[in-house]
């Protein structure tokens, strides 16, 4: 398409550029350093809830519908307790010393407006017994599961089915539930049977589920369950017994907590692959730090204005640092080149940057318009969380395009000189550009069938996409919780 008239138009706007170059910049920076101050000042909260990626549908209203006749739901905080050699977790002595770290958990809860309204462990199931078949013995005064075994046991009671719906399910529950599945109770039958031998069962471990106050604010049930999960492991660390938690709402907030390093890197990286671009393709001071300049102000911009506007952060939005600056380096690169090659016709750094942006005015704006509206299509989704995503997606490409434009073009006329620098010609590889339009040219039929035969393959793989949601996708499986 013919931009004759076009660059000449931009041209005779040179002046007034120049001359709004510097408050350009100035306006540029002090934007900026405001939205940074305020990135410092109050840093983006990552909420990754699985309720957030909840769409709206009928069964989500029925569910809210019914819920107003319903106290709100526990959320459970399961501990996995192991003994650190791997050996018998249930030998009394291991429960005495459960029970002392029990007592010790209560008291936090205690200390967190009792943040725990259930509590589901093997010391607790057994006092509850000794409550209820030895007139509330301590278990603490026991010294064996043989003394414990006759407080609790009658003398006439097997180990064989029984008839009592709910006493079965009881002990089905707990075997399949509370206990591993290596669970080995012979030693107690036998010691039931005659009253010989050490009744002690045996499992490599044991369960606890410790129910969290449900009308507790998100934040603070994920806060009081990060208490938890560390006294956790300070009683791992300072005994035989090894204590390994996990909740979703523990879960979520690794993943938040973990989302804003996460972040930190792949901005580091993707700044690190833009340098390397630049300074491969230009190999000039001013061509590699203008455009890293603007890209960094769009990346500043997009999350400072998010963050300003209190928007919900999710561990998606990681990937919008690294789109940006995939998109913004490809307009930089293409308007500076323009640029390199007018400045020898137009030496006038002003009016060389505006008919490079003539010059590349539909390309540039087909490209952003149409990206733009790829993202902006995220907004009929009914995940909020993927309407956020793509509207940030969209504001970021959208600041990358006006710093590459306009704050790139502003530090050119203001910092370039007005003599043509020597400029580092474009790596072309000749050779390879014409053997490979000559095989293009011979092979048209076969390139366009490989083209069908890839497509039609892609559209039946997509058409069998996995859409299954898992928090646990968002999360390293290295990291403990996993």
């Not at 012979?186 to 069962?201: A, E, F």
């Not at 017994?241 to 523990?250: F, N, R, T």
Request: aromatic share 8%; glycine share 4%; with cysteine.
């Amino acid at each position: 398409m013919d931009t004759a008239k076009l660059e000449e138009t931009m041209a005779s706007f040179a002046d007034k550029f120049r001359k709004a170059s510097v408050p350009i910049l100035v306006v540029t920076s002090l934007i900026t350093v405001i939205l940074l101050a305020n990135l410092f000042s109050s840093p983006p909260q990552f909420n990754t809830d699985l309720d957030a990626f909840s769409p709206e549908s009928e069964s989500k209203d029925a569910h809210d519908r019914i819920h107003e006749y319903f106290p709100n739901e526990t959320r459970p905080l399961f501990i996995d307790v192991e003994r650190n050699d791997g050996g018998n977790v249930l030998t009394f002595d291991n429960i005495l010393l459960m029970q002392q770290h029990l007592i010790e958990i209560e008291q936090l809860s205690m200390s967190e407006d009792n943040s725990v309204v259930v509590w589901t462990t093997t010391p607790n199931i057994l006092q509850l017994a000794l409550d209820e078949e030895s007139n509330g013995t301590n278990l603490s005064e026991l010294s064996s599961w043989n003394q414990l075994l006759d407080e609790i046991v009658d003398d006439d009671v097997e180990c064989r089915l029984t008839n009592d719906d709910q006493f079965l399910s009881a002990a089905t529950y707990a075997s399949s539930a509370l206990l591993n599945t290596d669970l080995d109770f012979t030693p107690t039958c036998d010691y039931l049977s005659d009253g010989t031998g050490d009744g002690t069962p045996v499992a490599s471990s044991t369960l606890w589920v410790l129910e969290i106050d449900p009308d507790m604010s998100e934040e603070d049930r994920k806060e009081v369950q990060v208490e938890l999960r560390e006294k956790f492991n300070k009683l791992s660390e300072d005994s035989g017994l090894d204590y390994g938690v996990v909740s979703l709402d523990l879960l979520s907030h690794d993943i938040d907590s973990g989302t804003f390093d996460n972040l930190a890197l792949l901005v580091v990286l993707a700044l690190l692959v833009v340098v390397v671009l630049l300074i491969f393709t230009f190999r000039s001071v001013s061509d590699v730090a203008f455009p890293l300049f603007g890209l960094s102000c769009a990346l500043i911009w997009t999350y400072g204005a998010l963050n300003l506007f209190n928007v919900k952060f999710t561990a998606l939005e990681v990937a919008v640092a690294p789109l940006v600056l995939g998109l913004g380096i490809d307009y930089a690169i293409h308007l500076q080149r323009a640029q390199a090659a007018l400045r020898e016709q137009y030496p006038d750094p002003a009016e060389s940057w505006l008919r490079a942006c003539a010059k590349l005015s539909v390309p540039l704006s087909l490209a952003v318009i149409t990206t733009v509206s790829a993202f902006l299509a995220n907004i009929v989704s009914p995940l909020p969380p993927l309407t956020t995503f793509g509207l940030a997606l969209a504001f970021g490409v959208i600041c990358a395009f006006i710093t590459s434009t306009v704050v790139v073009g502003a530090l050119h006329v203001v910092i370039d000189s007005s003599k043509i620098s020597k400029v580092s010609k474009a790596i072309t590889l000749p050779v390879f550009t014409n053997n490979l339009v000559k095989i293009q040219q011979k092979q048209q039929v076969s390139i366009f069938l490989v083209v069908l035969l890839l497509s039609g393959i892609s559209i039946l793989g997509a058409a069998s996409l996995d859409t299954d949601f898992d928090l646990g996708d968002f999360v390293d499986p290295d990291m403990e919780i996993m």
